[in-house]
């Protein structure tokens, strides 16, 4: 991660929503070429902190890449949300905290799961399927049977 250092401090110092950035200027921000890949392929711009350690420079610091140009060389960095990452290399995530109320004069502020809508668009669900039928015939038998056939549908 320390390549991705200046990077990382870069995004924690700002504070627009919008970031138009060429590839030029991440690497003058770094201080050093970026890989070939970065210039073949939308991928390596990828917001995942997982496999990508130059994303958890962006992904720290709430700002997620979009609209990434590989003719243009160019992309946007747009703030999604506070920080609940930790700073790469920094150990502890920063939680974004507001003042007053709480048990402890502090709460968290109100964000949402990254997960919600992480799965949006993959999944198609036919017209018409009945996603309350069981999956086995053979398990609304055995709640009958179970249950009683007075008492389900």
């Given at each position: 991660?320390?390549?991705?250092?200046?990077?990382?401090?870069?995004?924690?110092?700002?504070?627009?929503?919008e970031l138009p950035v060429s590839f030029?200027?991440?690497?003058?921000?770094?201080?050093?070429?970026l890989p070939s890949s970065a210039y073949?392929?939308?991928?390596?711009?990828?917001?995942?902190?997982?496999?990508?350690?130059?994303?958890?420079?962006?992904?720290?610091?709430?700002?997620?890449?979009?609209?990434?140009?590989?003719?243009?060389?160019?992309?946007?960095?747009?703030?999604?949300?506070?920080?609940?990452?930790?700073?790469?290399?920094?150990?502890?995530?920063?939680?974004?905290?507001?003042?007053?109320?709480?048990?402890?004069?502090?709460?968290?502020?109100?964000?949402?799961?990254?997960?919600?809508?992480?799965?949006?668009?993959?999944l198609v669900i036919e017209p018409g399927?009945?996603?309350?039928?069981?999956?086995?015939?053979?398990?609304?038998?055995?709640?009958?049977?179970?249950?009683?056939?007075?008492?389900?549908?």
């Amino acid at each position: 991660m320390s390549k991705y250092r200046a990077l990382a401090d870069f995004f924690q110092a700002q504070t627009a929503d919008e970031l138009p950035v060429s590839f030029k200027e991440v690497e003058d921000i770094i201080g050093a070429p970026l890989p070939s890949s970065a210039y073949r392929y939308p991928a390596w711009w990828a917001n995942d902190s997982s496999s990508h350690v130059q994303a958890q420079a962006w992904l720290a610091a709430g700002y997620e890449a979009k609209d990434v140009d590989i003719a243009a060389k160019k992309l946007v960095f747009k703030r999604v949300r506070l920080s609940r990452l930790p700073h790469p290399g920094m150990g502890e995530p920063q939680h974004a905290f507001k003042h007053g109320g709480g048990k402890h004069g502090a709460e968290p502020a109100a964000t949402s799961h990254p997960m919600i809508g992480a799965l949006k668009g993959l999944l198609v669900i036919e017209p018409g399927y009945d996603l309350a039928q069981p999956a086995m015939p053979e398990w609304a038998e055995l709640a009958r049977h179970k249950y009683g056939a007075e008492k389900l549908p």
